[in-house]
């Protein structure tokens, strides 16, 4: 995950240097907050997206695999322009 993190930090790192009065939007999409893991994970791009100047948006999916995938359509018909999934189900395809 510390991996996943650094990377996520380097991206959004990126597209807001290359675009400083630009203020992108990132969304996370999470599976459940039933886990103490995900409520920190969530925390932490929080504060990091804030800290890079962008505009942060959750949603939770409540394990739920058609809801999350209605709120991935949302999200990305809204303008987000990061998106970060914790999937329900993985397998799932459309």
Request: hydrophobic residues 55%; aromatic residues 6%; charged residues 20%.
């Given at each position: 995950m510390k991996t996943?993190?650094?990377?996520?930090?380097?991206?959004?790192?990126?597209?807001?240097?290359n675009s400083c009065q630009h203020k992108p939007k990132v969304g996370l999409l999470m599976d459940t907050l039933e886990r103490d893991r995900w409520k920190k994970d969530?925390?932490?791009?929080?504060?990091?997206?804030?800290?890079?100047?962008?505009?942060?948006?959750?949603?939770?999916?409540?394990?739920?695999?058609?809801k999350q995938e209605e709120q991935a359509r949302e999200m990305i018909e809204n303008g987000i322009e990061v998106l970060i999934i914790v999937p329900v189900d993985s397998k799932k395809s459309r």
């Open positions: 996943l993190q650094t990377l996520l930090i380097i991206a959004l790192g990126t597209l807001l240097l969530m925390k932490l791009i929080e504060e990091k997206v804030g800290e890079l100047g962008g505009h942060f948006f959750v949603a939770i999916a409540d394990a739920d695999p058609d």
